[in-house]
């Protein structure tokens, strides 16, 4: 009898716990704290499995003089980058079109209606231009211009 009486306390207590640390786990993932470290590590994650450089793509990018005319979040007189990825979303050629954009100085209208080339990047290093492209590519959260 006695015997008893323990063993249901013991289960009780163990019961207890469980469901007290289901309540913290439930807690953690309201507040969405945990959702989104996990959301931060995974694009990490992902920029890395891409191959980004995202520092080197910036500093090409600035040391060719595109923030002039382009900004990650804003458009200025060109789009805005994050535009250009969401424009390119879905076109497998999308690289080579944007590489051949940035290299061979074709023409681009702009707002006012006159034309001139566009700028190229100051390097000659395909890869880094390449790096340069998908980091753009990657960028999330545009609108189709
Ligand atoms: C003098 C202004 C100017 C500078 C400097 C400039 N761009 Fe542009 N860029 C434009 C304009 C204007 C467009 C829009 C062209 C169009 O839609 O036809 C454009 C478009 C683009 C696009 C999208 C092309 C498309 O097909 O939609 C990319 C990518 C781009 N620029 C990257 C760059 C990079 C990288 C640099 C630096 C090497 C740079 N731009 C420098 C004005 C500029």
Redesign the pocket.
Known sequence: MVQCTIHRRADSTAFEAKSASRRIALARSSRGVTRLAVAAASLLLSLEAAGLDVGAAESL?RH???N???AVEKKK???A?RD?AA?YRDDEHAED??IK??TSGEM???DDGHK?E?????TQDLEQTKN??NW?LSLQGGTK?
């Open positions: 990018a060719s003089g595109c002039k005319c382009h007189d060109g789009p980058l250009v424009k079109k944007l954009h940035v681009v209208k702009f001139e566009h700028k190229k990047v100051k340069l492209i753009i211009y």
